[in-house]
C-alpha cells in the first residue's frame, strides 16, 4: 500500500454548525487520535482524501502535513459518509509509526471459475489481520477455481502475504460451495410457496365465516 500526503489544517470551531461550514468549504471535519495523546481536530481535503481512499482502500495511510508542525503518519479508521447524499461527513484517524503493527480488517477478493454445476457463497466478505501499518494488504486473494460441492473454505485456509498474521477466528467460514438448484428445484420450490399462499388464504376465508 502507498503512502499518501494529505495538507491538512487544525480545526478551531466545533459542532454541527461548524461541521457544515468545514464541509461547505470541500473539507472533512476528521479526528486524530492514539499513543495516548489528546486529539486532534483536523479538517482534510475532501477530494484528496476520497482519492486516497479510492486508489488504496479502505485502510489507507496518510501522512499528514499541517504547516508549522512535524508530518504524522495516521491510519484510516473510520469513515462516515451520509446515508443518502453520498459525501463523507466525518473522519476518524488513528496515530501509527514507521514499523508499528495494527490489526484491521481486509477485504476477501474471489478469483477463478468453480467447477461447473455448483454454487459459492461467500459468508465472509473481510477478515480481520495483524500487519505493519506501511504494508497493510489492499484485499487478501482466494482462489476458487474448480472448486467443488462441499468444498468450505476458513480463515485458517486463508494464504496471507508475509508479515500478515490472522486475528479472525480460524474457524471463522470464508466461502462454502454447493450444488447449484437445477430449474426443476426452482419450479418445485415456487410451486411449494404458492400452494402455500393458497392455503393461507383458505385458512382465512374459513376464518371469517
Known amino acids: 500500500m ?11 470551531e466545533f459542532g454541527k454548525g461548524a461541521a457544515r461550514r468545514t464541509r461547505r468549504a470541500g473539507k472533512i471535519p476528521a479526528v486524530l487520535y492514539g499513543h495516548g495523546s489528546d486529539p486532534k481536530h483536523l479538517s482534510l481535503p475532501a477530494i484528496d482524501f476520497a482519492r486516497a481512499v479510492r486508489e488504496n482502500g479502505q ?46 480488517n481486509v477485504p476477501v477478493v474471489l478469483s477463478g471459475d468453480p467447477a461447473p454445476g ?22 487478501i486473494e482466494l482462489s476458487v477455481q474448480d472448486a467443488e460441492d462441499g468444498t468450505q473454505v476458513h480463515a485458517s485456509d486463508l494464504q496471507l502475504p508475509r508479515g500478515v498474521t490472522l486475528q479472525a477466528d480460524p474457524e471463522t467460514l ?16 415456487l ?19
Open 2 to 12: 502507498s503512502e499518501v500526503r494529505l495538507s491538512v489544517e487544525p480545526r478551531t
Open 59 to 104: 485502510n489507507a495511510v496518510l501522512t499528514l502535513e499541517v504547516a508549522g508542525s512535524a508530518s504524522e503518519l495516521a491510519l484510516t479508521k473510520t469513515v462516515t459518509a451520509h446515508p443518502i447524499k453520498n459525501y463523507i461527513e466525518h473522519v476518524d484517524l488513528l496515530l501509527v509509526r514507521r514499523g508499528e503493527k495494527v490489526t484491521v
Open 118 to 139: 455448483v454454487l459459492v457463497t461467500q459468508d465472509a466478505n473481510e477478515v480481520e489481520v495483524e500487519a505493519e501499518a506501511l504494508h497493510i494488504p489492499e484485499q
Open 174 to 189: 470464508i466461502i462454502s460451495v454447493s450444488e447449484a438448484p437445477t430449474a426443476a428445484d426452482m419450479e418445485s420450490e
Open 191 to 209: 410451486d411449494t410457496e404458492g400452494a402455500g399462499v393458497v392455503e393461507e388464504a383458505s385458512d382465512e376465508e374459513t376464518a371469517s365465516e
